[in-house]
Protein backbone atom coordinates (compact mmCIF):
# COMPACT_ATOMS: atom_id res chain seq x y z
CA UNK A 1 0.00 0.00 0.00
CA UNK A 2 2.53 2.31 0.85
CA UNK A 3 4.71 1.99 -2.43
CA UNK A 4 1.62 1.94 -4.22
CA UNK A 5 0.51 5.52 -2.88
CA UNK A 6 4.49 6.62 -3.89
CA UNK A 7 3.90 5.55 -7.02
CA UNK A 8 0.40 7.02 -8.29
CA UNK A 9 1.38 10.23 -8.29
CA UNK A 10 1.49 11.47 -4.77
CA UNK A 11 5.46 12.00 -5.01
CA UNK A 12 5.93 15.47 -4.88
CA UNK A 13 9.41 17.48 -5.73
CA UNK A 14 9.45 19.39 -2.09
CA UNK A 15 11.86 18.69 0.26
CA UNK A 16 10.07 19.14 3.96
CA UNK A 17 12.27 18.49 6.97
CA UNK A 18 10.73 15.65 8.71
CA UNK A 19 9.66 17.76 11.91
CA UNK A 20 8.00 20.21 9.54
CA UNK A 21 6.13 17.64 7.89
CA UNK A 22 4.96 15.81 11.02
CA UNK A 23 3.51 18.98 12.26
CA UNK A 24 1.59 20.16 8.99
CA UNK A 25 0.07 16.57 10.13
CA UNK A 26 -0.18 15.30 6.79
CA UNK A 27 0.50 11.55 5.45
CA UNK A 28 0.99 13.40 1.98
CA UNK A 29 3.77 15.47 3.19
CA UNK A 30 5.78 12.95 5.39
CA UNK A 31 5.03 10.63 2.14
CA UNK A 32 6.46 12.97 -0.03
CA UNK A 33 9.78 13.31 1.66
CA UNK A 34 12.00 10.78 -0.19
CA UNK A 35 14.59 10.72 2.09
CA UNK A 36 12.63 9.17 4.64
CA UNK A 37 10.78 6.63 2.76
CA UNK A 38 10.33 3.05 4.07
CA UNK A 39 11.53 3.83 7.81
CA UNK A 40 10.44 1.47 9.99
CA UNK A 41 9.17 5.00 12.27
CA UNK A 42 7.31 6.19 9.22
CA UNK A 43 6.28 2.91 8.29
CA UNK A 44 4.34 2.87 11.77
CA UNK A 45 2.98 6.25 11.30
CA UNK A 46 1.59 5.22 8.28
CA UNK A 47 0.29 1.92 10.08
CA UNK A 48 -1.44 4.07 12.81
CA UNK A 49 -2.81 6.69 10.52
CA UNK A 50 -4.52 3.57 8.57
CA UNK A 51 -6.00 1.78 11.45
CA UNK A 52 -7.66 5.68 12.29
CA UNK A 53 -9.80 5.40 8.87
CA UNK A 54 -10.17 2.04 7.84
CA UNK A 55 -13.16 1.75 5.66
CA UNK A 56 -16.40 0.10 6.57
CA UNK A 57 -18.08 -2.84 5.87
CA UNK A 58 -20.43 -2.77 3.22
CA UNK A 59 -23.54 -3.07 5.26
CA UNK A 60 -27.33 -2.01 5.35
CA UNK A 61 -27.26 -1.00 1.69
CA UNK A 62 -26.54 -4.61 0.43
CA UNK A 63 -29.52 -5.58 1.35
CA UNK A 64 -32.73 -5.39 -0.11
CA UNK A 65 -34.80 -2.97 1.76
CA UNK A 66 -37.64 -5.73 3.39
CA UNK A 67 -40.39 -5.10 6.02
CA UNK A 68 -38.51 -7.01 8.59
CA UNK A 69 -35.41 -4.75 8.99
CA UNK A 70 -36.54 -1.81 7.72
CA UNK A 71 -39.08 -1.35 10.65
CA UNK A 72 -36.43 -2.47 13.24
CA UNK A 73 -34.44 0.53 11.77
CA UNK A 74 -37.31 2.80 11.85
CA UNK A 75 -38.46 1.27 15.34
CA UNK A 76 -34.43 2.91 17.02
CA UNK A 77 -35.17 6.19 14.96
CA UNK A 78 -38.55 7.04 15.63
CA UNK A 79 -37.77 6.57 19.22
CA UNK A 80 -34.11 8.30 19.19
CA UNK A 81 -36.54 11.38 17.86
CA UNK A 82 -39.25 11.61 20.15
CA UNK A 83 -36.86 10.26 23.20
CA UNK A 84 -34.59 12.70 21.95
CA UNK A 85 -36.76 15.99 21.46
CA UNK A 86 -38.86 14.78 25.07
CA UNK A 87 -35.22 15.11 26.82
CA UNK A 88 -34.07 18.02 25.52
CA UNK A 89 -37.80 19.74 26.06
CA UNK A 90 -38.30 18.40 29.64
CA UNK A 91 -34.29 19.07 30.75
CA UNK A 92 -34.63 22.95 29.25
CA UNK A 93 -38.15 22.97 31.13
CA UNK A 94 -36.31 21.85 34.16
CA UNK A 95 -33.28 24.11 33.51
CA UNK A 96 -35.86 27.38 32.60
CA UNK A 97 -35.58 28.74 35.90
CA UNK A 98 -31.98 29.32 35.71
CA UNK A 99 -32.24 31.20 32.55
CA UNK A 100 -34.72 33.07 33.07
CA UNK A 101 -36.66 31.42 30.69
CA UNK A 102 -40.67 31.24 30.83
CA UNK A 103 -41.47 27.38 29.59
CA UNK A 104 -45.07 27.13 31.54
CA UNK A 105 -47.82 25.72 29.71
CA UNK A 106 -49.50 28.85 28.99
CA UNK A 107 -46.41 30.72 27.86
CA UNK A 108 -45.20 27.69 25.89
CA UNK A 109 -48.45 27.00 24.44
CA UNK A 110 -49.19 30.78 23.08
CA UNK A 111 -45.87 30.77 21.97
CA UNK A 112 -46.48 27.60 19.83
CA UNK A 113 -50.32 29.07 18.53
CA UNK A 114 -47.96 32.05 16.97
CA UNK A 115 -46.51 29.27 14.41
CA UNK A 116 -47.70 28.67 10.76
CA UNK A 117 -50.37 26.55 10.51
CA UNK A 118 -48.42 23.72 7.99
CA UNK A 119 -44.85 24.15 9.75
CA UNK A 120 -46.96 23.21 13.13
CA UNK A 121 -48.70 20.33 11.06
CA UNK A 122 -45.70 18.66 10.05
CA UNK A 123 -44.02 19.00 13.14
CA UNK A 124 -47.59 17.19 14.44
CA UNK A 125 -47.37 14.95 11.77
CA UNK A 126 -43.50 13.86 12.68
CA UNK A 127 -43.98 13.61 16.39
CA UNK A 128 -47.02 11.84 16.24
CA UNK A 129 -45.88 9.09 13.60
CA UNK A 130 -42.83 8.75 15.19
CA UNK A 131 -44.53 8.09 18.75
CA UNK A 132 -47.32 5.77 17.36
CA UNK A 133 -44.83 3.74 15.59
CA UNK A 134 -43.01 3.37 18.59
CA UNK A 135 -45.50 2.31 20.43
CA UNK A 136 -47.14 0.16 18.08
CA UNK A 137 -43.98 -1.54 17.07
CA UNK A 138 -42.88 -1.66 20.34
CA UNK A 139 -45.87 -3.56 21.49
CA UNK A 140 -44.70 -5.72 18.43
CA UNK A 141 -41.29 -6.55 19.83
CA UNK A 142 -42.83 -7.37 23.40
CA UNK A 143 -45.34 -9.54 21.56
CA UNK A 144 -41.89 -11.63 19.39
CA UNK A 145 -40.34 -11.49 23.04
CA UNK A 146 -42.71 -14.02 24.37
CA UNK A 147 -41.54 -15.89 20.90
CA UNK A 148 -45.17 -15.55 19.72
CA UNK A 149 -45.32 -14.31 15.85
CA UNK A 150 -41.38 -14.66 15.12
CA UNK A 151 -42.45 -16.42 11.35
CA UNK A 152 -42.06 -14.89 8.08
CA UNK A 153 -45.28 -14.79 7.66
CA UNK A 154 -46.24 -13.27 11.24
CA UNK A 155 -43.95 -10.80 11.09
CA UNK A 156 -44.68 -9.41 7.80
CA UNK A 157 -48.91 -9.59 9.00
CA UNK A 158 -47.60 -7.62 12.39
CA UNK A 159 -45.78 -5.10 10.08
CA UNK A 160 -48.56 -4.17 7.82
CA UNK A 161 -50.67 -3.96 11.37
CA UNK A 162 -48.19 -1.89 12.63
CA UNK A 163 -48.23 0.50 9.86
CA UNK A 164 -52.25 0.76 9.52
CA UNK A 165 -52.68 1.55 13.24
CA UNK A 166 -49.93 3.88 12.77
CA UNK A 167 -51.16 5.70 9.89
CA UNK A 168 -54.34 5.83 11.36
CA UNK A 169 -53.51 7.45 14.93
CA UNK A 170 -51.15 9.36 12.98
CA UNK A 171 -54.04 11.26 11.15
CA UNK A 172 -56.41 11.33 13.88
CA UNK A 173 -53.31 13.31 16.30
CA UNK A 174 -52.43 15.25 13.54
CA UNK A 175 -55.99 16.97 11.76
CA UNK A 176 -58.01 16.13 14.96
CA UNK B 1 14.73 -27.66 15.60
CA UNK B 2 13.24 -26.56 18.87
CA UNK B 3 9.81 -27.62 17.93
CA UNK B 4 11.15 -31.19 17.46
CA UNK B 5 13.35 -30.87 20.84
CA UNK B 6 10.20 -30.24 22.87
CA UNK B 7 8.15 -32.75 20.80
CA UNK B 8 10.92 -35.26 21.94
CA UNK B 9 10.91 -34.28 25.71
CA UNK B 10 7.57 -33.07 26.50
CA UNK B 11 5.58 -35.44 25.07
CA UNK B 12 6.44 -38.83 26.64
CA UNK B 13 5.99 -36.94 29.97
CA UNK B 14 2.55 -35.53 29.10
CA UNK B 15 1.61 -39.22 27.93
CA UNK B 16 3.35 -40.78 30.98
CA UNK B 17 1.64 -37.71 33.45
CA UNK B 18 -2.24 -38.47 31.59
CA UNK B 19 -1.75 -42.25 31.46
CA UNK B 20 -0.87 -42.13 35.12
CA UNK B 21 -3.92 -40.48 35.85
CA UNK B 22 -6.60 -42.94 33.95
CA UNK B 23 -6.32 -40.72 31.17
CA UNK B 24 -6.97 -43.08 27.60
CA UNK B 25 -5.05 -41.68 24.10
CA UNK B 26 -7.70 -42.57 20.96
CA UNK B 27 -4.67 -42.63 19.01
CA UNK B 28 -1.16 -41.26 19.10
CA UNK B 29 -0.64 -38.95 15.89
CA UNK B 30 2.38 -38.98 13.48
CA UNK B 31 5.26 -37.06 13.73
CA UNK B 32 4.87 -34.32 11.83
CA UNK B 33 6.53 -31.07 11.93
CA UNK B 34 3.37 -29.36 10.85
CA UNK B 35 1.70 -31.11 14.20
CA UNK B 36 3.74 -29.77 16.96
CA UNK B 37 1.24 -28.15 19.33
CA UNK B 38 -0.07 -31.34 20.38
CA UNK B 39 -3.56 -31.52 21.98
CA UNK B 40 -2.09 -34.26 24.08
CA UNK B 41 -0.08 -31.97 25.74
CA UNK B 42 -3.94 -30.07 26.76
CA UNK B 43 -5.63 -33.04 27.17
CA UNK B 44 -3.73 -33.72 30.65
CA UNK B 45 -5.85 -30.23 32.60
CA UNK B 46 -9.08 -32.53 33.75
CA UNK B 47 -10.54 -32.39 37.42
CA UNK B 48 -8.52 -35.23 38.22
CA UNK B 49 -4.94 -34.68 36.63
CA UNK B 50 -5.49 -31.34 38.58
CA UNK B 51 -7.11 -32.75 42.18
CA UNK B 52 -6.50 -36.50 41.48
CA UNK B 53 -9.09 -37.71 43.86
CA UNK B 54 -9.92 -35.40 45.88
CA UNK B 55 -11.85 -33.46 42.97
CA UNK B 56 -13.70 -30.65 44.97
CA UNK B 57 -17.24 -30.23 44.82
CA UNK B 58 -18.45 -27.79 42.45
CA UNK B 59 -21.62 -26.97 44.44
CA UNK B 60 -19.11 -25.83 47.35
CA UNK B 61 -16.86 -23.51 45.40
CA UNK B 62 -17.63 -19.62 45.89
CA UNK B 63 -19.63 -18.31 42.46
CA UNK B 64 -19.16 -15.18 41.03
CA UNK B 65 -21.96 -12.86 42.27
CA UNK B 66 -24.17 -12.07 39.53
CA UNK B 67 -24.95 -8.42 39.02
CA UNK B 68 -28.87 -7.81 38.44
CA UNK B 69 -28.57 -5.06 36.11
CA UNK B 70 -26.33 -6.98 33.61
CA UNK B 71 -26.99 -9.51 31.15
CA UNK B 72 -30.37 -11.42 30.72
CA UNK B 73 -30.91 -9.02 33.86
CA UNK B 74 -30.49 -5.86 31.50
CA UNK B 75 -32.67 -7.79 29.28
CA UNK B 76 -35.64 -8.23 31.27
CA UNK B 77 -35.35 -5.12 33.28
CA UNK B 78 -35.63 -3.31 29.87
CA UNK B 79 -38.33 -5.60 28.73
CA UNK B 80 -40.05 -4.75 32.39
CA UNK B 81 -39.53 -0.67 32.01
CA UNK B 82 -41.24 -1.02 28.50
CA UNK B 83 -44.28 -3.06 29.73
CA UNK B 84 -44.66 -1.43 32.09
CA UNK B 85 -44.76 2.07 29.74
CA UNK B 86 -47.53 0.52 27.95
CA UNK B 87 -50.48 1.04 30.28
CA UNK B 88 -49.02 4.48 31.34
CA UNK B 89 -49.19 5.44 28.17
CA UNK B 90 -52.99 4.44 27.52
CA UNK B 91 -53.94 5.81 30.13
CA UNK B 92 -52.57 9.11 28.98
CA UNK B 93 -53.96 8.89 26.18
CA UNK B 94 -57.26 7.39 26.42
CA UNK B 95 -58.28 8.22 30.01
CA UNK B 96 -56.21 11.70 30.31
CA UNK B 97 -54.73 13.36 32.92
CA UNK B 98 -54.16 11.66 36.39
CA UNK B 99 -51.54 12.84 39.10
CA UNK B 100 -50.50 9.58 39.75
CA UNK B 101 -49.64 8.44 36.24
CA UNK B 102 -48.38 11.76 35.55
CA UNK B 103 -45.91 11.36 38.27
CA UNK B 104 -44.98 7.44 36.76
CA UNK B 105 -44.51 8.92 33.33
CA UNK B 106 -42.41 11.36 34.25
CA UNK B 107 -40.07 8.51 35.86
CA UNK B 108 -40.63 5.58 33.78
CA UNK B 109 -40.46 7.02 30.12
CA UNK B 110 -36.86 8.54 31.17
CA UNK B 111 -35.39 5.38 32.11
CA UNK B 112 -36.54 3.61 29.11
CA UNK B 113 -35.44 6.49 27.28
CA UNK B 114 -31.63 6.14 29.51
CA UNK B 115 -31.66 2.25 28.41
CA UNK B 116 -32.50 2.57 24.50
CA UNK B 117 -30.51 5.25 24.00
CA UNK B 118 -27.18 2.72 25.96
CA UNK B 119 -28.29 0.56 23.16
CA UNK B 120 -27.44 2.94 20.93
CA UNK B 121 -24.31 4.43 22.61
CA UNK B 122 -23.32 0.71 22.61
CA UNK B 123 -23.55 0.08 19.08
CA UNK B 124 -22.49 3.58 17.42
CA UNK B 125 -19.74 4.79 20.12
CA UNK B 126 -18.02 1.47 20.67
CA UNK B 127 -15.73 1.87 24.06
CA UNK B 128 -12.51 0.39 22.29
CA UNK B 129 -12.83 2.66 18.98
CA UNK B 130 -13.97 5.61 20.47
CA UNK B 131 -12.37 6.04 24.55
CA UNK B 132 -13.12 9.53 25.12
CA UNK B 133 -16.33 10.56 23.30
CA UNK B 134 -17.79 7.17 24.31
CA UNK B 135 -17.52 7.83 28.10
CA UNK B 136 -17.96 11.65 27.61
CA UNK B 137 -21.34 10.63 26.15
CA UNK B 138 -22.34 8.14 28.75
CA UNK B 139 -21.80 10.31 31.30
CA UNK B 140 -24.05 13.23 29.48
CA UNK B 141 -26.49 10.70 29.02
CA UNK B 142 -27.48 9.80 32.83
CA UNK B 143 -27.13 13.86 33.17
CA UNK B 144 -29.49 14.63 30.52
CA UNK B 145 -31.47 11.65 32.11
CA UNK B 146 -31.16 13.15 35.43
CA UNK B 147 -32.22 16.82 34.33
CA UNK B 148 -34.96 15.30 31.95
CA UNK B 149 -37.13 13.20 35.32
CA UNK B 150 -36.43 16.97 37.18
CA UNK B 151 -38.15 18.74 34.75
CA UNK B 152 -41.04 16.27 34.41
CA UNK B 153 -41.20 16.28 38.25
CA UNK B 154 -41.43 20.04 38.27
CA UNK B 155 -44.21 19.96 35.14
CA UNK B 156 -46.19 17.46 37.64
CA UNK B 157 -45.70 19.90 40.26
CA UNK B 158 -45.79 23.73 39.84
CA UNK B 159 -47.45 23.05 36.48
CA UNK B 160 -50.28 21.12 35.23
CA UNK B 161 -49.02 17.63 34.45
CA UNK B 162 -47.59 15.56 32.05
CA UNK B 163 -50.16 14.31 30.42
CA UNK B 164 -52.20 18.22 30.28
CA UNK B 165 -48.95 20.20 29.82
CA UNK B 166 -48.39 18.22 26.38
CA UNK B 167 -51.92 18.09 25.43
CA UNK B 168 -51.85 21.85 26.05
CA UNK B 169 -48.81 22.17 23.12
CA UNK B 170 -50.45 19.83 20.79
CA UNK B 171 -53.57 21.97 21.05
CA UNK B 172 -52.08 25.28 21.08
CA UNK B 173 -53.45 26.34 17.87
CA UNK B 174 -57.25 25.31 18.73
CA UNK B 175 -57.03 26.59 22.27
CA UNK B 176 -55.36 29.18 24.29
CA UNK B 177 -55.68 27.55 27.67
CA UNK B 178 -58.85 25.99 27.13
CA UNK B 179 -60.23 28.82 25.73
CA UNK B 180 -61.34 27.90 21.76
CA UNK B 181 -60.41 30.86 19.86
CA UNK B 182 -60.98 32.00 16.02
CA UNK B 183 -58.35 29.61 14.64
CA UNK B 184 -59.93 26.97 15.65
CA UNK B 185 -61.01 25.20 12.61
Known amino acids: MFSAVTRTGMLSTSRVPLNRALAAGTARAFIATPQHRRTEESQAIIAERAKKNRPVSPHLSIYQPQMSWVLSGIHRNTGVLVAGAAYLYTAAYGLAPVFGVDLSSLAAASTLAAVPGPVLIAVKALVSGSLSFHCFNGLRHLIWDTGRGLSNKGVFRSGYVVLTATALATGYLTFF | ?185
Do not use: C
Not at chain 2, 74 to 93: G, I
Not at chain 2, 123 to 133: K, S
Open chain 2, 1 to 185: MVASLVKLTTLPNARRAALATGIRFARQQPASPLHTARPLLFKATTPKTLFGDNVPNPDAVPQQQVSRTKGTYHWMNERAVSVLSVPLLATAFIYGSHPINDMLLGIVLPIHAYMGFQQVLLDYFEARRWPVISRVLKYALVTITGLSMFGAWRINTTDVGLTNYFSRLWNAKKTQAGVYTADDE
